[in-house]
């Protein structure tokens, strides 16, 4: 198959991988996501993965109940790499060789994160998987994503969600809602449309790297995005909105 882009960096919300499930990990649709990914890898394609947390435990969420936010931050930081441990084992037992580096030193299990060692396992065709967030607190997994995307030199971010793209409205509450094919940082920016958090958003806009908002409950998405094909909204510097 042929690809658009050579590194790519894929943003995984925790709640992805709940599939049906209140709570925790389904193991079918993390092997889903492995063979899709699989795919792209052996078309060639360098591949990243920041997974978040928030089937395990949110921060946010914690603080609000009374917990200190630092401190809920953290454990919710832990819990990305119970989710990047179990997305390791899923692309390894389909033959993809993987690496999960930690932005908080779990030695026996992951690796620290090193940007340059990130870089070489990326060129020899090994996966990383981006765990426990940036390492501080107060920062979403989203930031990390961009912040990681600009470190490896990623082409893009596409963000795997459970909506097909970026809509007006909130699609399950207004079934007229409308659904954009592009967007300009900015618009997301002043519109507050809460694709990723604003932070985020502006590491994108200062390094210009697209952000690519797609449905991965969709099987075959993760290479359609990757060849390039038009689905669900892109968000850049040049988009008009449409």
Known sequence: MGTTYQRVLLKLSGEALMGELAYGIDPSVVQSIALE?????????????????????RGVKGAAAG???ATADYIGMIATVMNC???QDSLER????????????MQE???????????????KKRVVIFGAGSGNPFFTTDTTAALRAAEIDAEVIFKATKVDGIYDADP???????????????????????????????????????????DLTVSGNVRRAVMGESIGTIVGGSHEVI
């Open 67 to 69: 917990m200190d936010r």
């Open 37 to 57: 990914v699989a795919e792209v890898v052996k078309a060639g394609v360098e591949v990243a993965i920041v997974v978040g947390g928030g089937n395990i435990f």
């Open 85 to 87: 441990l179990t997305l």
């Open 172 to 214: 399950k509450k207004h079934p007229g809602a409308r659904r954009f094919q592009s967007l300009t940082y900015s618009h997301v920016l002043t519109h507050d449309l809460q694709v990723m958090d604003s932070t985020a958003i502006a590491l994108c806009k200062d390094n210009n790297i697209p952000i690519v908002v797609f």
């Open 109 to 123: 299990v992951a690796e620290p994160y090193i940007r340059r060692r990130a870089i070489r396992h990326l060129e």
């Open 94 to 105: 389909e033959n993809v060789p993987t690496r999960v580096q930690s932005a908080i030193t």
